[in-house]
């Protein structure tokens, strides 16, 4: 099955500093989706971005299909920015279940 | 927009009985939803798969009998954990879309259940 792998698997910054997180993935696919997962367990949808770059607020993400990446950039971090970030990909050949990476744990030291 | 609840968001139960979790979408139908396990520290691992109204589609090495699922309606999908044992402790979190699995769909995840077994 399609390998997804996440970069750095640990990450910690200062309140204010910007961060690129990375998903390498090993096949094509359909669909992509940056998620922030909280302290709480509750996974939070950040982007659904199968190709090209979409931005919100502090957070863009960029994803290069035909290379097999995407980046999840956070600029100014905030103390809440803190917690798991997971990249999950689907391949239409896996009847569109989605694989998960396993994760960059960020923590934003005030 | 899109929303998905999970009830209960914990559960301590002993050794032998089993375990209700529920999954609703509160504001879109879901033609798909999915179910996940979590171990601390690690990623989602897939369960199961099911469309409303078929059975539901389970990953190599998830026992069906053990983890009944029944995608009811469009809006609510269950997990059952039947004679539960203190290995099946897990926080266990669905996610909903819209479309068929197998298509281009955005998932919505719940909030979790942690599940205790004594």
């Known amino acids: 099955g399609i390998q997804v792998e996440q970069s750095p698997p640990d990450l910690i910054l200062q309140e204010g500093a910007n961060s690129t997180l990375r998903c390498n993935f090993s096949?094509?696919?359909?669909?992509l989706q940056w998620f922030h997962q909280n302290p709480w367990g509750q996974l939070i949808n950040l982007f659904y971005i199968p190709s090209g770059t979409k931005q919100n607020g502090r957070l863009s993400a960029t994803t290069v299909a035909t290379e097999r990446y995407s980046l999840l950039y956070i600029s100014s971090s905030q103390t809440t920015d803190s917690g798991v970030y997971f990249c999950a990909v689907d391949v239409y050949t896996n009847a569109g279940k989605s694989t998960f990476g396993d994760g960059t744990t960020l923590t934003v030291k005030p | 927009g899109a929303v998905v609840s999970q009830h209960p968001s914990w559960v301590i139960c002993k050794s032998g009985t089993s375990v209700k979790i529920e999954c609703r979408s509160l504001d879109f139908q879901a033609t798909t939803m999915f179910w996940y396990r979590q171990f601390p520290k690690q990623s989602l691992m897939l369960m199961a798969t099911s469309n409303e109204g078929s059975k539901a589609t389970y990953e190599q090495g998830v026992e069906k009998d053990k983890f009944l699922i029944n995608h009811a309606s469009l809006t609510l999908s269950t997990l059952t954990v039947t004679s539960a044992h203190p290995e099946d402790s897990s926080f266990y979190i669905c996610s909903a879309s819209r479309g068929l699995a197998g298509y281009y769909n955005e998932q919505f995840f719940g909030p979790g259940t942690r599940l205790t077994v004594l």
């Open positions: 096949d094509s696919v359909n669909n």
